[in-house]
């Protein structure tokens, strides 16, 4: 995906939430200027998917919402290569959290080859997806709680207080969080104001705590953040993010995990 594909998903992805972008929310968050912002707005009006208006954009009527089956096909092979390896991550006697998306959704499916692989005697997964529970392959050896709550049927998953509510038991050895956004500032974000709630919840009982994202989510900031970086102990990703944004992530203690290319 080149950089104005990638700008424009961006866009539409955030307007999911947001309903509407101005062209100064835009250049902003992704640091550029108003003219070429204005430039991707008029190309994705004349494609039919917004409308423009005064000082910003919306959806247009006829725009397809989010869909978990529609998210699924985006970065597929990078989300499958960062599944995998946070699959890797869960040791035996585990409890762990894994969040809704469909980068999560990867990790799940891998996480059910090692469950069926007898790879271990005891392991408790709890998630706010039925996406992930479909996934996992039953076994005597591995429990899976589904949280219940407000129902989400695009996104396949559970949010809101009732969930929250349901969490408050638990307490995780490691999460496993998705995210929209990562930058230096804001940290980790997410377009799901709900989601982003509930990720701070999870994070706050939680012993090692990780995200997965592809490197489109680099230096971008989603509608609302839940972690610090210094918040985070690594994140799963597929390739390195740049020297500086390295740098800052090192200084606060989180470590970058990208599969080994050599294999």
């Known amino acids: 995906m080149n950089k104005k594909a990638s700008r424009e998903e961006y866009i539409l992805n955030a307007l999911q939430s947001a309903n509407r972008m101005t062209t100064g929310e835009a250049a902003n968050v992704l640091g550029i200027s108003e003219a070429t912002v204005r430039r991707i707005f008029s190309d994705l009006e004349k494609s039919g998917k917004v409308v423009r208006n005064y000082g910003g954009i919306q959806l247009a009527e006829n725009t397809p919402s ?50 069926a692989k007898n790879e271990f005697s005891s392991l408790r997964i709890i998630t706010n997806s039925i996406a992930n529970t479909q996934a996992i392959v039953p076994s005597p050896s591995c429990k899976v709680y589904l949280i219940g709550g407000e129902y989400n049927d695009r996104r396949r998953d559970f949010s809101g207080p009732l969930t929250e509510k349901y969490l408050s ?34 994070i706050e009982r939680s012993d090692a705590k990780y995200v997965l994202l592809d490197n489109s989510k680099f230096n971008q900031c989603s509608l609302i953040a839940y972690a610090g970086l210094s918040e985070i102990d690594g994140i799963f990703t597929n390739t390195p993010p740049d020297i500086s944004l390295q740098e800052m992530l090192s200084a606060n203690g989180l470590k970058v995990l990208v599969p080994d290319v050599s294999r």
Do not use: W
């Not at 638990?170 to 940290?187: A, E, P, Y």
């Open 66 to 115: 989010y869909s978990f089956e529609q998210r699924e096909k985006i970065f597929q092979q990078e989300k499958i290569e960062i599944g995998r390896l946070a699959a890797a991550a869960v040791m035996d006697e585990d409890t762990i959290y894994l969040d809704c998306g469909t980068t999560i959704f990867q990790m799940a499916l891998a996480l059910s080859v090692r469950i």
């Open 169 to 202: 038991p638990f307490h995780f050895t490691k999460c496993f969080l998705g995210c929209d956004g990562m930058h230096i500032q804001s940290g980790f974000s997410s377009n799901q104001i709900d989601i982003s709630s509930l990720n701070t919840r999870v």
